[in-house]
């Protein structure tokens, strides 16, 4: 068995942790000995143990670890959070080697992990399958390089490129049930005020089991406050960018910004540690993000069947689609930024 088997292994493990992680990265691990797995683990959900400690927790005879090669899909972590370093852990049971990868670019950790495993004396090997280890967490590594969420724009339209101007589904059931597993899959969910009071969107996860994400309105001047809109059932949190007032309601939380513009936005969203967030405003708000240059992906429905007379036209995109897939009614294209 080659390294690149092992750590095929543990990307399949940490993706198991999808939508339950956030905002700690999703992690794998596989212990090896005589090339024979004799343990595994992943990190299964926020605050709790991480890969490492999982995958030698499940190892029956523990004096195997010291003859084993740890595979573990991003670098150990080397400081106290919620969990002890699990560098330290793997110094603790000498492991004989260590496969990392990629490294993390958490600012507490960023090569420390590596550092001390190789202060023990353990051998380390960097960079198996690192781009595919990049890419499953490429929102984590987003937030912590470029000090602001993954930014995801969302949007349907029609056959002919509008927009609904009041409330209308354009999409068909597929297309629905694969934005409710993005719901339950993406760390918060964000709409502007049109969308709030044209819509009246729950922002939550109902055609498919998971998590609700965080739901946050971008509403300045907080037109929609005084309203009975499903975004203020208090079901989920839910924050509420505005130019008025800072103020928390139960999981309600209001933030006031200088400014609504796309950059304050997301140095809020920073803050508040959300490592990726799904646009899905109306035409205007999802074209600020387009025209700041402030988007990873774009994923865009289209419907095969439906075509308006008039509306507001779908925004501008000049990227080619990377991914292409039939969702029956509709066609879903993804634009990937490189």
């Known amino acids: 068995m080659t390294h690149e088997y092992f750590m095929q292994r543990c990307l399949q493990l940490a993706q198991l942790g999808t939508g339950n992680v956030a905002p700690n990265p999703m992690v794998g691990c596989v212990i090896v000995v005589d090339g024979q797995i004799i343990g595994e683990g992943y990190h299964m959900r926020y605050g709790g143990a991480h890969a490492e400690v999982n995958a030698i927790n499940s190892v029956e005879n523990k004096a195997l670890l010291s003859q084993a090669?740890?595979?573990v899909s991003l670098e150990p972590c080397a400081h106290f959070g919620k969990t002890p370093p699990c560098a330290d852990l793997l110094i603790q049971y000498k492991v004989k080697q260590v496969v990392v990868g990629c490294l993390d670019p958490h600012a507490q950790v960023a090569g420390k992990g590596i550092e001390k495993l190789k202060l023990a004396g353990?051998?380390?090997?960097?960079?198996?399958?690192?781009?595919?280890?990049?890419?499953?967490?490429?929102?984590?590594?987003?937030?912590?390089?470029?000090?602001?969420?993954?930014?995801?724009?969302?949007?349907?339209?029609?056959?002919?490129?509008?927009?609904?101007?009041?409330?209308?589904?354009?999409?068909?059931?597929?297309?629905?049930?694969?934005?409710h597993m993005w719901r339950s899959e993406e760390m918060a969910f964000m709409v502007g005020t049109n969308t709030l009071l044209i819509d009246n969107p729950a922002l939550n996860v109902r055609l498919v089991e998971g998590n609700n994400p965080i739901r946050i309105a971008v509403d300045a001047e907080l037109k929609s406050v005084d309203m009975a809109l499903k975004f203020y059932d208090k079901s989920q949190h839910t924050i509420i960018i505005n130019s008025v007032k800072n103020e928390t309601d139960g999981v309600v939380e209001y933030i006031k910004v200088d400014s609504t513009a796309p950059t304050p936005i997301l140095k809020v969203l920073f803050e508040q540690n959300i490592l990726s967030v799904v646009i899905e405003g109306g035409a205007k708000f999802l074209q600020s993000f387009l025209d700041a240059n402030l988007f990873d992906e774009i994923r865009v429905i289209k419907s095969k069947l439906l075509s308006f007379e008039t509306g507001l036209p779908a925004p501008l995109n000049s990227l080619n689609a990377s991914i292409t897939e039939d969702l029956g009614e509709d066609i879903l294209s993804i634009y990937q930024r490189q």
């Open 122 to 179: 353990i051998e380390v090997l960097v960079g198996v399958l690192e781009n595919d280890c990049i890419d499953l967490n490429k929102r984590f590594i987003t937030y912590h390089q470029k000090q602001r969420p993954y930014i995801i724009l969302k949007w349907a339209e029609t056959q002919n490129g509008f927009m609904a101007g009041e409330r209308k589904q354009i999409s068909g059931r597929l297309a629905q049930e694969r934005l």
């Open 69 to 71: 090669t740890v595979y």
